[in-house]
C-alpha cells in the first residue's frame, strides 16, 4: 500500500463484514427512502447494482419537496456474453416486470436493466437467480465481467478461446457469500470461515478491474482500453498461448492532469493456460498491494504501471508467478466492427448479428427477440461493441429465424458510420454524466451522414464514439471520431484515433455546440477527401495532418 491515508471507501470495504454492511437493514427496514445507507450506496455495487435517480424529474421533484427518485440499475455478469435461450426468456421476464421495461446492452457483453425500485431488488436477483444469472462483481472494486471476441467464425477453435472468460470469471470472483445471503436467503446461515479470500482479503482492489480475450484478427473488445488483456495466439488452428497485455485504461477528470487514458504494454507471451492464469491472478494481486488506495482518481492499474514502470511492473510479476515470460508473438488487428447479418462457422452452425443502436433494444425488436428465444433453436451472445448476436442455429433451423427478420423488418438501410457508433448510457439516470450521449447520438449521426454522402463517403465506416462525461465508458478516446460531454449541449472533439483501437484519439478542439461539430466534420471530410493517402482511414489521416 503507497500510503497510510486510505480514502472513505476504503474504511466502508474493510468494516463490512464481507460487503454485506448494513445493506439488509437498508433495504428491509428504510421505507421512508428510495435510496439504501451512505456506505451501502459503497456496497451495493459490488453486488452489481448502482443506485441511480432520475436526473430529469430532480428540479420537479425538488420543488414538491420530495426526496430523489431513486431507483436501482443491475448490471449481469455474463463472462464472455453468452446465453441460453431459456435465459433470454428470464431475461425478458423479468424487465417486463421490474424496472423500465428497457435492455441496456453494455459495452462489456452484458446487459443492464434500469429502474429497479428498491422493493424489487430481491425479487429481481431471485428471478435471475432461478435462470442460474447474477449480477456477482459487475460493479465495484473487483474484477468485472471477463469478455471476449464473439464472433466464432474468427476460428475454428473460438469456443476453446472463448471459454477463457468464464474460467478468469471464476477464478476472480469473490468468496463472500454476502450476495446470497442478503439478496436471496435473506438470512445469516454462511460461515464466514469459508469466505477467507486470499486474492481480496478483506479491502478488495482499490478500484475496478477489467479484463478482455481477443481472438485476432478482430479487436472488437478494444483489447488495449482494459486493465489487462489476453491476445489468443493461433497456429494451423491450435491454441498457442496467449500475450499478455497490461494497464490500459481510459477515464479521466475534466482539469485534472494528472488524469489520463492510456493504452496496455504487451508483457510477453504465455504458452500454457496454467501459466496463463497464475500470471492474470498475479496482475492483481499487484495491482491489490501496489495500487493507490488514497485518490480513487489515481487508483487504477495504468496508476500502478506508470509508478512502477512497465518494466518495474514485469519483474514484480515474474517474481509473484516464478516464471520469465516469453517474448511477445507476431499478431495483427484488421477489424473492430461487428460483422452484421449472416456468418457461417467452421462448425456449420449459423450466426446472425443484430445492430442495437447504443445498445438501446428498441421495441420491436424486443419482441423479435422474445419470438427468436420461444422458439428455442439458439443461443444469444452480446458484443462487445453493444450488439446481440443470435447463434449456434443449425442449417435446418435457419429458415425460422429469418421468417422473423422478415416479419419484424430488422436491420434495414443502416449507414456504416451508424452501424460504427457507441454511446453510454449518460442522462437521465448516470450521476457523473454531464452532457447527453446514448439518447443524442443517434440524432447527431442523422445529421453527420449526408455530410459523409456530401463527400462521397457514406460507405466508409467512420468509428464514431460519444460519452457524457470523461470517463469514457463509451470508449471515446479510441475512436476516430470522440466526443466527450463537458457541459449541457457542449462536447470536446477528439480525433486522430485509428479504426483498429491501437492509438488513442487527441483533444482536436474543446467545448463545441452541435452546429459547430457539424461545421468542423464537413471541413475535415473535404480535406480528407481531398489529402488524403491511397487506401489511408480517416482517423490515420486526421492524426497525421494534426498530430505528427
Not at 429497479?116 to 435462470?131: D, G, M, S, V, Y
Not at 465481467?145 to 475454428?156: G, K, R, T
Not at 509473484?320 to 466492427?337: A, C
Request: aromatic share 10%.
Amino acid at each position: 500500500m503507497m500510503s497510510d491515508k486510505l480514502s472513505p471507501i476504503e474504511h466502508i470495504k474493510m468494516k463490512s463484514d464481507g460487503l454485506r454492511g448494513t445493506l439488509k437493514e437498508s433495504i428491509e427496514q428504510d421505507n421512508h427512502t428510495g435510496n439504501v445507507r451512505p456506505d451501502d450506496e459503497a456496497l451495493v455495487k459490488f453486488h452489481g447494482m448502482y443506485v441511480q435517480d432520475d436526473r430529469d424529474r430532480r428540479a420537479e421533484r425538488a420543488a414538491k419537496k420530495l426526496d430523489k427518485l431513486y431507483s436501482f440499475m443491475i448490471r449481469l455478469r455474463i463472462p464472455g456474453g453468452a446465453i441460453t435461450a431459456e435465459q433470454w426468456q428470464a431475461l425478458h421476464q423479468v424487465s417486463e416486470e421490474f424496472g423500465t421495461g428497457t435492455l441496456k446492452i453494455t459495452t462489456r457483453q452484458t446487459v443492464q436493466l434500469h429502474g429497479i425500485l428498491k422493493h424489487e431488488i430481491r425479487p429481481t436477483i431471485q428471478a435471475f437467480n432461478t435462470a442460474k444469472l447474477d449480477s456477482i462483481a459487475a460493479c465495484g472494486d473487483v474484477n468485472r465481467n471477463v469478455i471476449a471476441s464473439s464472433h466464432p467464425q474468427l476460428s475454428p477453435i473460438h469456443h476453446q478461446v472463448h471459454e477463457y472468460a468464464d474460467k478468469i470469471s471464476k477464478l476472480l470472483l469473490p468468496k463472500t457469500k454476502a450476495y446470497y445471503e442478503v439478496f436471496i436467503d435473506g438470512e445469516k446461515i454462511y460461515e464466514r470461515s469459508a469466505e477467507a479470500d486470499p486474492l481480496y482479503e478483506d479491502r478488495y482492489l482499490p478500484r475496478k478491474f477489467k479484463i478482455a480475450v481477443a481472438i485476432p484478427p478482430s479487436n472488437d473488445v478494444d483489447l488495449f482500453t482494459n486493465d489487462l488483456g489476453l491476445i489468443a495466439i493461433i497456429e494451423n488452428d491450435e491454441l498457442k498461448g496467449f500475450n499478455l497485455v497490461v494497464g490500459g485504461g481510459l477515464g479521466t477528470t475534466h482539469g485534472n492532469a494528472a488524469t489520463f487514458p492510456r493504452l496496455g504494454n504487451v508483457l510477453g507471451f504465455l504458452d500454457s493456460e496454467e501459466k496463463t492464469m497464475k500470471a492474470v491472478y498475479e496482475v492483481l494481486t499487484i495491482q491489490r498491494d501496489f495500487g493507490n488506495r488514497a485518490d480513487r482518481k489515481l487508483s487504477r492499474l495504468k496508476y500502478t504501471i506508470e509508478r512502477l514502470t512497465v518494466e518495474g511492473f514485469k519483474e514484480e510479476l515474474e517474481k509473484r508467478i516464478g516464471f520469465q515470460l516469453e517474448p511477445e508473438k507476431p499478431y495483427q488487428f484488421t477489424e473492430r466492427n461487428d460483422r452484421y447479418g449472416w456468418e457461417q462457422s467452421a462448425d456449420g452452425k449459423w450466426y446472425y448479428t443484430l445492430f442495437v443502436e447504443n445498445g438501446v433494444v428498441k421495441p420491436y425488436q424486443k419482441v423479435f427477440l422474445i419470438e427468436t428465444a420461444n422458439l428455442n433453436i439458439s443461443n444469444f451472445i452480446f458484443t462487445g461493441n453493444q450488439n446481440l448476436m443470435i447463434g449456434n442455429i443449425s442449417e435446418t433451423d435457419k429458415k425460422k429465424i429469418e421468417d422473423l427478420i422478415e416479419k419484424f423488418e430488422i436491420e434495414k438501410n443502416i449507414s456504416p458510420i451508424r452501424q460504427s457508433s457507441m454511446a453510454c448510457v449518460a442522462l437521465p439516470t448516470c450521476p457523473l454524466a454531464l452532457a447527453e450521449a446514448q439518447r443524442y447520438l443517434p440524432e447527431l449521426v442523422t445529421k453527420i451522414e449526408p455530410i459523409l454522402a456530401k463527400h462521397g463517403l457514406s460507405d466508409d465506416d467512420v468509428s464514431i464514439r460519444m460519452t457524457g462525461c470523461p470517463n469514457g465508458c463509451g470508449r471515446p478516446y479510441v475512436a476516430e471520431l470522440g466526443f466527450i460531454g463537458t457541459a449541457a449541449e457542449q462536447y470536446n472533439f477528439m480525433l486522430g484515433g485509428d479504426r483498429y483501437g491501437l492509438r488513442l484519439n487527441k483533444l482536436y478542439k474543446e467545448k463545441l455546440s452541435e452546429q459547430e461539430i457539424l461545421e468542423e466534420v464537413d471541413v475535415l471530410f473535404a480535406q480528407y477527401v481531398k489529402e488524403k493517402q491511397e487506401g489511408e482511414h480517416f482517423g490515420d489521416f486526421a492524426y497525421r495532418t494534426f498530430f505528427n
